[in-house]
């Protein structure tokens, strides 16, 4: 059992810049929509994710937030991943804007909920995976991306031929079983988080009372997909080449949440064909405030319990250490590396 602590330690959330600049400002010309191109039909009525909203893309924003052009906040190196993920070169991370969950404590809630971000063309995002691959990446992490789903597959069949790097799909989790089938070949390592079992919890936090759901048959997916994790360990530092992490952060006041969640990965997946994030890094952003049961951090009783129960289980992977709650971090989301 290896642990780590990963947390995001970059520049605190009061320092970021253009604060309170929204969405609808960084756009170009034409707003939510692309320029003229033949359209796509996952687009005109959109079925990419759990919500299946229906919506017309082309004419306004699906569930998520989001119409017919990619949105990126940030496309840079990123390194503090799991050490496996970010490695020593540096996780090359693309913040796709938008979400299709309304978790109320949303570290990255400019971008997931208020829709910070700058469009861009897919000629400029397959441009981003090269440069971050130039640029020491040790994977293409795509954060966020299934609401653009069509747009990272036209990308990545551009470039994928030059990439010798890994791609990662980093996600919430709330997935559909049917759009990870479709990523079969285009992903190496999958990186979904486990929120939830109970449906109670998963409404009044992220208004998906299916979110286990869903969640659970889209990582069954995942984990056949990917098989057993391929984990090279050379001297200079662990990589995943391919595999599943699936990452749960331990929350206030969800204690028994948390364990039965393990308990579910024991019994329903195949014996070390996963590895465990547990996180302690649970801080009350956006309006975790308005929910007096979570606006506080997790306590060392709370996470120590969960733990104990990962040990016990023998579930592999990477252990967060409580140090990591202590400050308040998150990514400077500025668009650095958005053209």
């Given at each position: 059992?290896?642990?780590?602590?990963?947390?995001?330690?970059?520049?605190?959330?009061?320092?970021?810049?253009?604060?309170?600049?929204?969405?609808?400002?960084?756009?170009?010309?034409?707003?939510?929509?692309?320029?003229?191109?033949?359209?796509?039909?996952?687009?005109?009525?959109?079925?990419?994710?759990?919500?299946?909203?229906?919506?017309?893309?082309?004419?306004?924003?699906?569930?998520?937030?989001?119409?017919?052009?990619?949105?990126?906040?940030?496309?840079?190196?990123?390194?503090?991943?799991?050490?496996?993920?970010?490695?020593?070169?540096?996780?090359?991370?693309?913040?796709?804007?938008?979400?299709?969950?309304?978790?109320?404590?949303?570290?990255?809630?400019?971008?997931?909920?208020?829709?910070?971000?700058?469009?861009?063309?897919?000629?400029?995002?397959?441009?981003?995976?090269?440069?971050?691959?130039?640029?020491?990446?040790?994977?293409?992490?795509?954060?966020?991306?299934?609401?653009?789903?069509?747009?990272?597959?036209?990308?990545?069949?551009?470039?994928?031929?030059?990439?010798?790097?890994?791609?990662?799909?980093?996600?919430?989790?709330?997935?559909?079983?049917?759009?990870?089938?479709?990523?079969?070949?285009?992903?190496?390592?999958?990186?979904?988080?486990?929120?939830?079992?109970?449906?109670?919890?998963?409404?009044?936090?992220?208004?998906?009372?299916?979110?286990?759901?869903?969640?659970?048959?889209?990582?069954?997916?995942?984990?056949?997909?990917?098989?057993?994790?391929?984990?090279?360990?050379?001297?200079?530092?662990?990589?995943?080449?391919?595999?599943?992490?699936?990452?749960?952060?331990?929350?206030?006041?969800?204690?028994?949440?948390?364990?039965?969640?393990?308990?579910?990965?024991?019994?329903?997946l195949p014996e070390?064909?996963?590895?465990?994030?547990?996180m302690s890094q649970?801080?009350?952003?956006?309006?975790?405030?308005?929910?007096?049961?979570?606006?506080?951090?997790?306590?060392?009783?709370?996470?120590?319990?969960?733990?104990?129960?990962?040990?016990?289980?023998?579930?592999?992977?990477?252990m967060q250490e409580?140090?990591?709650?202590?400050?308040?971090?998150?990514?400077?989301?500025?668009?650095?590396?958005?053209?």
């Open positions: 059992m290896t642990e780590a602590d990963f947390s995001e330690n970059l520049s605190p959330e009061e320092t970021h810049s253009q604060e309170g600049q929204n969405f609808r400002e960084c756009l170009p010309e034409g707003g939510l929509h692309r320029p003229p191109q033949p359209e796509d039909p996952d687009y005109r009525c959109c079925r990419l994710c759990p919500r299946r909203c229906g919506a017309d893309r082309y004419q306004k924003p699906g569930f998520c937030g989001m119409g017919t052009a990619p949105v990126l906040a940030r496309a840079a190196l990123h390194f503090w991943e799991e050490p496996c993920i970010s490695g020593r070169g540096g996780s090359g991370a693309v913040f796709f804007s938008g979400c299709t969950l309304r978790c109320v404590y949303c570290q990255n809630y400019r971008l997931s909920h208020q829709s910070f971000g700058k469009a861009i063309t897919n000629q400029q995002l397959s441009d981003i995976f090269l440069r971050l691959a130039a640029e020491g990446a040790e994977n293409i992490n795509l954060v966020t991306p299934t609401h653009f789903l069509p747009d990272v597959i036209r990308a990545l069949d551009r470039v994928r031929h030059r990439l010798s790097i890994p791609v990662v799909m980093n996600c919430g989790g709330y997935e559909r079983p049917e759009t990870i089938r479709r990523l079969s070949g285009y992903v190496d390592v999958y990186l979904p988080d486990l929120k939830y079992k109970s449906p109670a919890l998963s409404e009044a936090y992220s208004k998906a009372p299916d979110y286990f759901q869903q969640a659970s048959e889209a990582i069954r997916e995942m984990v056949r997909q990917a098989g057993v994790p391929d984990l090279e360990v050379p001297p200079e530092g662990e990589t995943l080449k391919k595999g599943v992490i699936i990452r749960h952060m331990v929350l206030p006041s969800a204690r028994k949440d948390s364990l039965a969640l393990l308990s579910w990965m024991k019994e329903a070390h064909h996963f590895l465990l994030s547990l649970y801080t009350p952003f956006y309006r975790a405030k308005e929910f007096h049961e979570i606006d506080r951090r997790v306590t060392s009783f709370e996470y120590d319990s969960v733990l104990k129960k990962a040990l016990e289980l023998d579930l592999r992977g990477y409580r140090t990591s709650a202590q400050e308040e971090y998150t990514p400077p989301f500025d668009l650095t590396g958005v053209p």
